[in-house]
């Protein structure tokens, strides 16, 4: 593979032979978050890159904000795997990759340092400036990949993005209540989950689909319950999530 220049001025560029040409569309217009989940960044670093594993990342975050490019953001990189985003089945073709350096869930979740945080902003909004990607299109893995992906988790600090502009959190302040109508409490946040972009069928039925996909809305804007639960609270935090940005951005 020919060496390339960096698209992020601050990148070590370690190229990795795993991408390929966007399929339907010609620059990314989301940028999709992810942890490593490895013992170290060296090692998640040498997995990206090695042929045989068939996955890929455009960056790599250290947790001392070092960041390595490793597929142009020109190019498809395979980090998403199977998933999903308002009407969107190829998330690698739309898509910028970022992995996080930290062991995750399986092999001790650690808190953020501050200066992979403040790298991580930095790239995001570098990134986003470039292409145009609005807060709303920064996403979680877990949002594209709800009930397979877990990643970056709930310790992530979407706030500290969204107050950056480049990312969102739960609406900040008071919540405006929730308007359910008995029975189709269930299907209301199905069809209001679905309208932001998770890939859920609207039943009116509380069945798993509409589990994983609560609890990938919980890590993202509920990071303190994770449980999958459909009830008021949940309804009425993505209500107002709906209700302070126009429909425009939710697509």
């Not at 089945?89 to 992995?99: A, K, L, Q």
């Not at 877990?142 to 969204?162: N, Q, T, Y």
């Amino acid at each position: 593979m020919t060496m390339f220049e960096p698209d992020f001025r601050a990148a070590r560029v370690r190229p990795s032979p795993n991408h390929g040409e966007r399929l339907g569309c010609t620059a990314p217009d989301m940028i999709i978050l992810h942890y490593t989940g490895m013992a170290t960044g060296e090692a998640a670093e040498d997995r990206l890159c090695a042929p045989e594993s068939q996955v890929s990342s455009h960056y790599l975050v250290y947790e001392d904000g070092a960041v390595v490019q490793m597929v142009r953001e020109a190019d498809r990189a395979w980090h998403a795997g199977k998933s999903f985003w308002a009407g969107i089945n190829d998330i690698n073709s739309h898509s910028v990759g970022i992995e996080i350096v930290n062991p995750g869930h399986a092999l001790g979740y650690c808190d953020f340092p501050e200066p992979q945080i403040e790298a991580v902003i930095r790239l995001c909004r570098d990134i986003a400036t470039r292409h145009g990607v609005a807060p709303v299109r920064i996403l979680a893995h877990s949002d594209v990949a709800p009930g397979r992906k877990i990643d970056p988790g709930e310790k992530f600090p979407w706030s500290r993005l969204e107050a950056a502009g480049v990312g969102l959190a739960a609406p900040s302040g008071p919540l405006s209540e929730a308007k359910p109508c008995g029975p189709d409490l269930v299907l209301q946040t199905q069809q209001a989950l679905a309208f932001w972009g998770y890939g859920i069928e609207p039943t009116g039925v509380e069945d798993e689909q509409t589990r994983v996909v609560v609890e990938a809305f919980q890590r993202h804007f509920m990071p303190a319950r994770i449980d999958g639960r459909v009830d008021p609270a949940v309804l009425a935090v993505i209500q107002n999530l709906l209700g302070s940005r126009p429909p425009t951005q939710v697509s």
